[in-house]
């Protein structure tokens, strides 16, 4: 098994910026791929962006790309999204997201899933 926890969301205005953090924990060993999904309030869970956990390789939804950043530091096993000139928009639960497979935006293929940390973005 393996435990995610997400960290660093708040409350913010338009034009500002965010940094989330994905803790993973247990067999960590077994991940392929991370991921970040968002559910906004009466919308259905979207793709944000994933990355492989060794090669680097990144997936952005069109929606973020050129706004948002993902990385990772497999010494902590730690996976990070910076956020930049965040909108209204993107207000919403952020769900880190882990897989056994290279996989991008379906989340389906994903295995372990995070509680999710609420991002606001006041206009």
């Known amino acids: 098994q393996v435990q995610l926890v997400e960290s660093g969301g708040g409350l913010v205005q338009a034009g500002g910026s965010l940094r989330l953090s994905c803790a993973a924990s247990?067999?960590?060993?077994?991940?392929?791929?991370m991921g970040w999904f968002r559910r906004a309030p009466g919308k259905e869970r979207e793709f944000v962006t994933a990355i492989t956990w060794s090669g680097g390789t990144t997936y952005y939804a069109d929606s973020v790309k050129g706004r948002f950043t993902i990385s990772r530091d497999n010494a902590k096993n730690t996976v990070y999204l910076q956020t930049y000139m965040l909108k209204p928009e993107d207000t919403a639960v952020y769900y880190c997201?882990?897989?056994?497979?290279?996989?991008?935006?379906?989340?389906?293929?994903?295995?372990?899933w995070g509680q999710g940390t609420q991002v606001t973005v006041s206009s």
């Open positions: 247990g067999r960590t060993f077994s991940i392929y791929t």
């Open positions: 997201a882990a897989a056994k497979l290279r996989v991008g935006p379906n989340a389906k293929l994903y295995d372990y």
